[in-house]
């Protein structure tokens, strides 16, 4: 069983910045995603990131504002946010699958969520 736990949510203006952050023991060896939803809409993908780094997926709502990446040594996965929008207001999940791909993989693993508002 893989733990995953986000931080790094919170509250800021449009136009403004956030990184997630999802810990993990042993995530090196997931393709890693983040997913977001918001209320009243189901669970969107929003970026993966395969083992080595070596492929990134976005969904084209986020293409160009938001950058995943992964530092295997300290299990960790990022998501870099910028240029929010009230619109990307949600909770953000991190995910872990066991096998390659992007949006359309399942992914076998979930943490808590982080909750991310965007103020107009």
């Known amino acids: 069983q893989v733990q995953l736990v986000e931080s790094g949510g919170g509250l800021v203006q449009a136009g403004g910045s956030l990184r997630l952050s999802c810990a993990a023991s042993?995530?090196?060896?997931?393709?890693m995603g983040w997913f977001r939803q918001a209320p009243g809409k189901e669970r969107e993908f929003v970026a993966a990131i395969s083992r080595i780094s070596d492929n990134t997926y976005y969904a084209d709502s986020v293409k160009g504002r938001f950058t995943i990446s992964r530092d295997n040594a300290k299990n960790t996965v990022y998501v870099q946010m910028n240029s929010l929008k009230p619109e990307d207001t949600a909770v953000y999940y991190c995910a872990a699958a066991l096998r390659r791909g992007g949006p359309d993989i399942r992914y076998d693993y979930w943490g808590q969520g982080t909750q991310v508002t965007v103020s107009s």
């Open positions: 042993g995530l090196s060896t997931y393709t």
